[in-house]
Nanobody
């Protein structure tokens, strides 16, 4: 059985950092992505990474502030979020794919975690 479990969310003030983790079990995936969904909004792409970590992709809104990384030995992917803003408030989801390259489209991910809430106060 494949499971993805996110952790690391919380309530923070603007300007601080958080690191989200996504631990996968059941198998190894070739690429991972982070998505987020704010209340009343569509789910949106945040970041993606391939197995080798050579290829990454970021949404323009987080580029320069967020960093995605992975530890293949631990089968875990991370999202380091710096300089958080109130508009980063959302439920953050981890997703896994067998795609060779980075995937920024949510419909191409087969496996999803349950999400972790990130709330940034001003």
């Amino acid at each position: 059985q494949v499971t993805l479990v996110e952790s690391g969310g919380g309530l923070v003030q603007a300007g601080v950092s958080l690191r989200l983790s996504c631990a996968a079990s059941g198998r190894t995936f070739s690429s991972y992505g982070w998505f987020r969904q704010a209340p009343g909004k569509e789910r949106e792409f945040v970041a993606a990474i391939t197995w080798s970590a050579r290829n990454t992709a970021y949404a323009d809104s987080v580029k320069g502030r967020f960093t995605i990384s992975r530890d293949n030995a631990k089968n875990t992917v991370y999202l380091q979020m710096n300089s958080l803003k109130p508009e980063d408030t959302a439920v953050y989801y981890c997703a896994a794919s067998n795609a060779i390259d980075v995937v920024i489209t949510d419909r191409l991910y087969r496996y999803w975690g349950q999400g972790t809430q990130v709330t940034v106060s001003s």
